[in-house]
């Protein structure tokens, strides 16, 4: 192919420019006109930095809040992130094995960095001043989260997310809506004494169930283990496939869980008096992968596997209470 001259290179431009306004009925002119005239991008409008820096607000005068709060805020864009790939799985019109193995790569290696990077809650965060800078934001509680639940949603099917005491009552043919009574995080916000829904739960449900809802029917067969079904047979069978999927459903179900109750134990459990969590669980029950087996792909384990769902990760980590400091 014949090289162009830098000049007839800008002229091409050019002349693609002209091709672009001219089909959406624009006039090439006033667009040349206002790009005389329009400011330079920068980093500082580009990334929103004066605003984003402004979202950082303590409720009280404890220094080390803010590291609480930036880190929750730090885990919420990374589930965006998260939620990012998955929505471009579920959007795409043709799913292809390289494509569904680069979502959970990238999916999986920001679940990765977030798993490692907890531990700046305890680089950051003293103790005491936590206890006491915590009383200030009840009943709010990491709980309320809506994207980390809208990443399960996206994850599997409907009846993994069912506590799993109650998921032999649901047949194939059971509702979204009538399996979400018993989804397993409603189950772990009830008070066991009077059997009635904490106000952390109200709020949340309150703010955010008819969305879940609507995300859930949407999901029901464009989810991550809905799209795997689908895959050709010998992709499904792809060891390297079947590695990222259950390092995902590990990822999400027991390493960040843990790496999350580890620092539950550090900071609620003071001189052997355990102090309540915001939320109002009874979160030494509730938070333990162990106890709550959840695991999206199911069909992916062996019974053993299942049976030591979460075991070995408590042990070693939490038990042994291993931590930066
Ligand atoms: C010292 C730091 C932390 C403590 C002591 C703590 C404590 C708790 C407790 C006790 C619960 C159970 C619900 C309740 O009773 O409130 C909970 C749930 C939760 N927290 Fe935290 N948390 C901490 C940091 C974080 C961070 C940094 C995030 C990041 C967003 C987070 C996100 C969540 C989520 C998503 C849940 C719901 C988990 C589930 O339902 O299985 N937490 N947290």
């Known amino acids: ?40 991008i920068n980093y500082w409008d580009y990334i929103h930095l004066d605003t984003l820096l402004t979202l950082q607000t303590p409720k009280t005068d404890f220094p080390d809040e803010l590291i609480f709060i930036t880190y929750h805020q730090i885990t919420e864009l990374y589930f965006k992130l998260i939620l990012h790939e998955m929505g471009q799985l579920r959007e795409a019109n043709e799913v292809t094995g390289d494509f569904f193995y680069e979502k959970l790569y990238r999916m999986n290696w920001f679940l990765g960095r977030l798993i490692e990077s907890f531990d700046i809650i305890a680089v950051g965060m003293d103790q005491n001043q936590f206890i006491k800078f915590r009383a200030a934001l009840t009943p709010a509680s990491g709980f309320q989260s809506v994207q980390y639940r809208l990443i399960e949603i996206a994850s599997t099917d409907f009846i993994n997310l069912v506590d799993k005491d109650c998921r032999n009552k ?145 042990e070693t980590e939490v038990l042994q209470n291993k931590s930066p400091r």
């Not at 002349?15 to 006039?27: A, F, H, P, T």
């Not at 008070?191 to 309150?206: H, I, M, N, P, Y």
């Not at 050709?232 to 027991?254: G, H, S, W």
Request: glycine share 4%; aromatic share 14%.
């Open 1 to 40: 192919m014949e090289h162009q001259s830098p000049q007839e290179d800008l002229q091409a431009k050019i002349e693609s420019l002209r091709k672009r306004y001219e089909e959406d009925g624009q006039s090439f002119a006033t667009h040349l006109e206002g790009a005389l005239h329009s400011r330079y």
């Open 170 to 314: 649901y047949s194939d043919y059971a509702t979204i809506e009538e399996m979400f009574e018993d989804i397993y995080w409603k189950k772990g916000a009830i008070d066991v004494a009077t059997g009635k829904k904490s106000l952390t739960l109200r709020q949340f449900e309150e703010k955010y169930s008819r969305r879940l809802l609507r995300m859930a029917n949407e999901n029901k067969i464009k989810n991550l283990y809905a799209i795997y079904k689908r895959l050709p047979f010998e992709v499904q069978n792809d060891e390297k496939i079947i590695l990222a999927m259950k390092r995902f459903d590990t990822y999400i179900n027991i390493n960040w869980p843990l790496a999350h109750y580890k620092y539950a134990v550090r900071y609620l459990i003071k001189e052997s008096n355990t102090v309540e969590s915001t939320g109002g669980t009874n979160w030494q029950k509730y938070l333990p992968p162990r106890f709550q087996k959840r695991i999206f792909f199911p069909s992916l384990y062996s019974e053993q596997e299942i049976n030591d769902w979460g075991k070995t990760w408590v």
